[in-house]
Nanobody, 126 residues
């Protein structure tokens, strides 16, 4: 089992940048494929980005492609999400998630991820 703790999000203006981090503890971090999801009020949780165990493979939602970057440092047991060119519609509670059994293509489905952080709020003002 792995425990995940996200860094504090923040209140930023449209066009600003922000970096989220998610620290893992417990089992070997490199066993896990990692992802970020987000959930806005009244909406379902949606996929944002995912990264392979080695960090060599990534996938992004179309809505964030070219603006957000997911990365990981297995030596520090941490996954990051760099958010740039933020828009008001990026406002949401951001969650990191982990799964250890997947093979092949990275999953974009929340139900495939067994472990979740508590979430961190990102608010983008216009």
């Amino acid at each position: 089992q792995v425990q995940l703790v996200e860094s504090e999000g923040g209140l930023v203006q449209a066009g600003d940048s922000l970096r989220l981090s998610c620290a893992a503890s417990g089992r070997t971090f490199s066993w896990y494929r990692m992802a970020w999801f987000r959930q806005a009020p009244g909406q379902e949780r949606e996929f944002v980005a995912a990264i392979s165990r080695s960090g060599g493979g990534t996938d992004y939602a179309d809505s964030v492609k070219g603006r957000f970057t997911i990365s990981r440092d297995n030596a520090k047991n941490t996954v990051y999400l760099q958010l740039t060119s933020l828009k008001p519609e990026d406002t949401a509670l951001y969650y990191c998630a982990a799964e250890s059994t997947g093979v092949g293509a990275l999953s974009v489905y929340a139900h495939d991820y067994l472990y979740w952080g508590q979430g961190t709020q990102v608010t983008v003002s216009s």
